[in-house]
């Protein structure tokens, strides 16, 4: 049967129009009602609270709701960019277990088991890495901690970047599930009110975690500006979600006058010539046909950056560069 996974909802009123299209399009094909079946993101801040109206707008065809953690963490800097005390730290340090996400994991484990929907978890973005044992070694661990701690709480499935990391994961879901699922684990002991989905984050700011944001956005926007929407970057897939956290923050991090770890606080004089280092160093490590297009990725990124106002999405003026 035909299967959508539907991305970037916000509100069930949405839920609810996919509902109207899909069935409208059951009717014209003649497929019986309920044929279309859907896996649903919950990878907005808003949608973290409408979970239970999501899955009754479309409870002909759910299978179950996706944590979409890097969209998500995204979206709590855009929600918030503008709360002082909402700053996020360096996303390294933006894991799973800060008590936000895992608020948000595991009510939405809570909240399909209990309509008995899947909960899928989220998506691993390590890759294998070739040549250097030790640091994929580590890098493997990270993903079987993650994957560990989603069979823990009761998620059903998951994601990964690469097939490489598919056999770890398994295994890990393995040695919970008795089953084909978990769904009758309600996690009925758990509480969770609206301040526990939107507590700050722990956590320092630091030149490297700026410079890494300014270098991993350039690179994913110059590969975005040249066709390819999912890059390589330093041992972890990277794409517009991961894109837009880095974006977002250093946009945040200057409206805020954020503090560094060493004491010295964002400025436009010193993004700028982060920017201009980062975009230098990228450069001088690339073929002379990406020169021009890493020039207009930093570009574009630092304008953005200094906006006054944050715009919703990094590719709607991107677009724009693609008609130029």
């Known amino acids: 049967r035909p299967y959508f996974y539907l991305p970037k909802l916000q509100h069930f009123s949405e839920a609810a129009w996919w509902e109207k299209v899909i069935g409208w399009s059951e009717q014209r094909l003649g497929l019986e009602h309920g044929t279309v079946r859907v896996t649903l993101l919950i990878e907005t801040l808003p949608a973290v609270f409408q979970m239970h109206e999501i899955l009754h707008a479309l409870k002909d065809r759910i299978l179950g709701l996706n944590c979409g953690r890097w969209d998500y963490i995204f979206s709590y800097i855009k929600t918030f960019r503008n709360h002082p005390d909402r700053v996020l730290p360096d996303r390294d340090q933006v894991g799973m277990t800060v008590p936000f996400l895992a608020n948000y994991s595991k009510l939405l484990i809570q909240t399909c088991h209990s309509h008995g929907a899947f909960a899928m978890g989220g998506m691993a973005a390590q890759i294998p890495i070739r040549g250097d044992e030790d640091a994929n070694a580590a890098a493997m661990e990270k993903v079987r901690v993650d994957k560990e701690r989603e069979a823990g709480n009761g998620h059903d499935g998951t994601w990964v970047a690469h097939p490489g ?13 008795t089953g084909p699922n978990q769904i009758d684990r309600k996690l009925l002991d758990f509480q969770v009110n609206a301040d526990d989905l939107v ?82 160093l990228l450069v001088s490590k690339a073929p002379a046909t990406a020169v021009e297009t890493i020039s207009a990725a930093t570009s574009l990124l630092s304008d953005m950056t200094y906006d006054s106002e944050l715009a919703e999405f990094l590719t709607l003026p991107a677009y724009e560069r693609l008609t130029d």
Do not use: Y
Not at 165 to 177: I, N
């Open 199 to 280: 507590a700050p984050s722990e956590g320092s700011i630091t030149e490297a975690g700026v410079r890494k944001n300014i270098r991993v956005a350039i690179q994913d926007l110059a590969a975005w500006l040249s066709g390819n929407g999912c890059v390589p970057i330093d041992n972890l897939m990277e794409d517009a979600a991961t894109a837009e956290i880095g974006r977002t923050q250093l946009w945040q991090w200057l409206k805020q006058s954020a503090q560094l770890d060493d004491g010295r606080k964002v400025t436009r004089d010193w993004l700028e010539h982060l920017f201009e280092e980062e975009r230098a």
């Open 165 to 177: 990391l598919e056999a770890l994961s398994r295994g890990e879901f393995d040695k919970v599930l």
